[in-house]
């Protein structure tokens, strides 16, 4: 059973645009991380927040950046769209070290 | 930096034989140590992990994997795949304090009847 709703399922935006990407963990995740899958680099770290504070950054550009809120939902935002963006976002919710994925948002750049 | 390597990028079984994917990680301080799988059009899903205790973890669906600290290998195995664990496998290590993973860049299964 998936620990999260992500907001929206897919999406499509246009090269240099911006998104915001939404995840909602099941109460009582206070540590939240967000991970870009594509198929040649199968799945990288971007961000890890507990309790409203990041914690780890993964190596990602700037125009890549997140937060988490009190009620521990976190976005996910992207500046300046570029092709190579187009992946799958997913943000599982952890406890006790383990990462409980759910489906994700699937962005895609045109 | 921590990195981990899956050695078999494709590999290709008939049903009842014997599996093996290997997983090697850098990193050297306590680590928690996990395989994830994903099956076609389904979201991660945990296979197994290994925290601490009996190097030999056992997991879901028959699979366990061995942590050999000398060699820093954290190897999965099966001893007779199914045509249902067709899938992508993941390895992925993170250190005691954080939950950050990061993941090797997968194993694809194909198993034929």
């Known amino acids: 059973k998936a620990g999260v709703t992500q907001t929206p399922r897919y999406l499509i935006k246009t090269r240099g645009q911006q998104v915001t990407l939404s995840c909602s963990p099941i109460s009582g995740h206070r540590s939240v991380s967000w991970y870009q899958q594509t198929p040649g680099q199968g799945l990288q770290f971007l961000f890890e927040?507990?309790?409203?504070?990041?914690?780890n950054k993964g190596n990602f550009p700037g125009r890549f950046s997140g937060r988490q809120f009190s009620n521990s939902r976190s976005e996910m935002n992207v500046s300046t769209l570029e092709l190579g963006d187009s992946a799958l976002y997913l943000c599982?919710?952890?406890?006790?070290?383990?990462?409980?994925f759910g489906q994700g948002t699937r962005l895609t750049v045109v | 930096a921590q990195s981990v390597s899956q050695h078999n990028h494709h590999v290709i079984l008939s049903e009842a034989a014997s599996l093996e994917l290997g997983c090697n990680y850098s990193y050297g301080g306590t680590v928690n140590l996990f395989w994830y799988v994903q099956y076609p059009g389904q979201h991660l899903q945990l296979l197994l992990k290994?925290?601490?205790?009996?190097?030999l973890v056992k997991g879901i669906k028959g699979f366990e994997a061995e942590f050999i600290k000398s060699k820093f290998s954290f190897n999965l195995r099966k001893p007779s795949v199914q045509w249902s664990d067709t899938a992508e496998y993941f390895c992925a290590v993170n250190s005691y304090n954080t939950d950050k993973l990061i993941f090797g860049t997968g194993t694809r299964l194909q198993v034929f009847p």
């Open positions: 599982p919710p952890c406890r006790n070290t383990e990462a409980f």
């Open positions: 290994y925290f601490s205790g009996d190097p």
């Open positions: 927040y507990f309790s409203e504070t990041q914690r």
